[in-house]
Nanobody
């Protein structure tokens, strides 16, 4: 299984970025996909997730109204549209996939597969 995250970069406060997570090696339509982020010196934290069907997107409070997660099953890709970015959004963003859950989705241990990070830097 491979998850390839991309789309990170440098953006000013208030700007937007769209991250992509391309998956291969798994039955994508049977997998939930999530985004996490990790800032320097901090633990990895949950950002958003979306279920197999594309229904029930779930967001952590501090990105609600600003970030939107979506998926294109035909392209085996999940997107994270990030608007109104703030300096505190600066982090490496990771996508993850799960075909089953035994932990809360906000727990890193819940996810079986991980991609490499893509760095998002928001300047003030």
């Amino acid at each position: 299984v491979q998850l390839q995250a991309s789309g990170g970069g440098l953006v000013q406060t208030g700007g937007s970025l769209r991250l992509s997570c391309a998956a291969s090696g798994l039955t994508f339509t049977s997998a939930a996909v999530g985004w996490f982020r990790q800032a320097p010196g901090k633990e990895r934290e949950f950002v958003a997730s979306i279920l197999w069907s594309g229904n029930s997107p779930y967001y952590v409070d501090f990105v609600k109204g600003r970030f939107t997660i979506s998926r294109d099953n035909a392209e085996n890709t999940v997107y994270l549209q990030m608007n109104s970015l703030k300096p505190e959004d600066t982090a490496a963003y990771y996508c993850a996939a799960a075909v089953y859950f035994r932990e809360l989705v906000s727990n890193t241990r819940a996810w079986q597969y991980w991609g490499q990070g893509t760095l998002v830097t928001v300047s003030s």
